[in-house]
Structures are given as C-alpha cells and as structure tokens.
C-alpha cells in the first residue's frame, strides 16, 4: 500500500545532541512537509519542499535543517539550536499541481528531552 | 502577515448540529482544507474548498467565502466519535499549506 512512514515513533534526545527524524513516501509526491505541533496546538509549518535538491523555511525554519536529495525521502534535523524541541512532529505530502489535493500524513515522531 | 484564526474549543450534543468557523489572511490562496484530528494521531482530511459555496459530503459540509475571507465546517447529526480537534488550513502560492490552531470539539452525551 502506498504511504508515508515516519521513523521512529518515538524518540528521545540529550541536551546538545542532534537527532535525524526520517520520513519516506512511495506516493511519488513531489511536494514534501514537516510540521510540529505542541500539546493542544495547530501545526506550525517547519520546512517545505517542492522538488528534489530544493527546499524553503516555514514559519519556525530556526533550528531544524532538512535535506530533499530523493524524491522519497525528506529527513529533518533537530539541531542543538532548537531549545524546546519536545513536541510531535508530523511528515505530509502532496502531488505539487493538483491543488485540490489533500495532504496525507505520516503518523507522527513525539520527540521528548532527557 | 498570515493568519488562520478558530476558536479554540466547542461544546456540542449528541445528535445536535455545530459549526466551526476559521477565517484567514494568506499570502496567496490556492484553496482551504478541513481535517479531523483524534489526539496523538495524524490529521485526517475531511473536505476541499477553492470556489465560494458550499460542499457536502455526508454529515459533513463545508462553506467558503473568498471575499471575506471564511469558511465554516458544519457536521450534523453528532456523534461521539466527533469528539476531536479540526484544523482548518490553508494553501497559499507554491504549495505552502499553512494550519489554524485547530477547534476542539467536545461531544455530551
């Protein structure tokens, strides 16, 4: 079946580290997202991305870096710059043209603090 | 500046019917988007608006006005199960989809 899958579900990091959370679709969608959204909140829009080798900041870029070097696969960073970084983050896609396309969804990484 | 505001939690009855409104100010505007959203799951999509009026699909509908910038998803004949948290969002030029804070609905019985 086609989908997004997100990796881990659940992930745990130390103060200073850096954690790679990965996200693959075999949807062949060109257009690729990473939210994040806190406890009784939206989501917030961290980085989006069009097109392989190509990708634009959302509204909360600072801390996070992403990489869109196969058309599948859109892995976000959590850098140590990110000094609240526990929260649940969601992967989505869509076909870029198709504007009345809905987004689908990963399940979700819930990334907490040691 | 962009902005997508709802109110952030609703009461409703069983059976009864509620609506939940969201207005926007985007950069761009290529359509709006409801999803359904249970705690700790990944949202669920509900229904697409690009044109003003109105669509419906089973108990659900939604309503967009371009020129003033709203839209309202109406769910009739409530159920439980419709105890959830919906997030209107909205898709601005290149395929930037940006997400209100979301609405909680709270069934009784």
């Known amino acids: 079946d086609g989908g997004i899958t997100q990796s881990p579900k659940y992930l745990f990091r130390k103060e200073g580290q850096n954690v790679t959370l990965s996200c693959e679709q075999n949807?062949?969608?060109?257009?690729m997202y990473w939210y994040r959204q806190d406890p009784g909140q939206g989501l917030r829009l961290i980085y989006y991305s069009q097109i392989v080798n190509d990708f634009q900041k959302g509204d909360i870029a600072e801390g996070y870096s992403v990489s869109r070097e196969k058309k599948e696969s859109f892995p976000l960073t959590v850098t140590s710059a990110q000094k609240n970084p526990t929260a649940f983050y969601l992967c989505a896609s869509s076909p870029e043209g198709t504007v009345n396309q809905p987004q689908h969804f990963g399940d979700g990484t819930r990334l907490s603090i040691l | 500046g962009q902005n997508i505001d709802q109110p952030t939690e609703m009461t409703a009855t069983e059976g009864a019917i509620v609506q939940i409104n969201c207005t926007y100010q985007t950069s761009g505007f290529n359509g709006l988007f409801w999803y359904q959203q249970h705690a700790g799951e990944a949202p669920t999509f509900l229904s697409y608006n690009v044109l003003d009026g109105l669509e419906e699909k089973g108990r659900f509908s939604s309503f967009l006005s371009r020129s003033k910038g709203y839209s309202y998803l109406l769910l009739k004949e409530l159920q439980m199960k419709d105890s959830a948290s919906y997030l209107c969002?909205?898709?601005?030029?290149?395929?930037?989809?940006?997400f209100g804070k979301g609405t909680r609905l709270h069934i009784l019985p």
């Open positions: 949807l062949n969608h060109d257009a």
């Open positions: 969002a909205v898709r601005e030029r290149d395929d930037k989809i940006i």
